[in-house]
Nanobody, 127 residues
């Protein structure tokens, strides 16, 4: 079992920055690929970014490339999402998730590629 707790969300003006954190329980954090997803009201949950267990592979949805950076610290059992140049359309609840593999390729861009989910943290970007 892996328990995930997100933090760092909040209200920010457009072009501002936030850093989300996701703390994981358990001693096997370094075995899991990790992902960030988001869900806006009335919309489906969508992929944002993913990182392999070692941190050597990352992937992003096109809309956040160049603005968001995913990283992880396996010694701290934590994955991060640095979000810069935020836009109102980035407003959503952001979820982190853990996958039962080091890296599943395209599966890490889908919700079905993950077994464990956090409770989410709200990010609101005002114009």
């Amino acid at each position: 079992q892996v328990q995930l707790v997100e933090s760092g969300g909040g209200l920010v003006q457009a072009e501002g920055s936030l850093r989300l954190s996701c703390a994981a329980s358990g001693r096997t954090f370094s075995y899991y690929a990790m992902g960030w997803f988001r869900q806006a009201p009335g919309k489906e949950r969508e992929f944002v970014a993913a990182i392999s267990s070692s941190g050597g592979i990352t992937a992003y949805v096109d809309s956040v490339k160049g603005r968001f950076t995913i990283s992880r610290d396996n010694a701290k059992n934590t994955v991060y999402l640095q979000m810069n140049s935020l836009k109102p359309e980035d407003t959503a609840v952001y979820y982190c998730a853990a996958a039962p593999s080091s890296w599943g390729g395209l599966r890490q861009r889908t919700t079905t590629g993950y077994d464990y989910w956090g409770q989410g943290t709200q990010v609101t970007v005002s114009s």
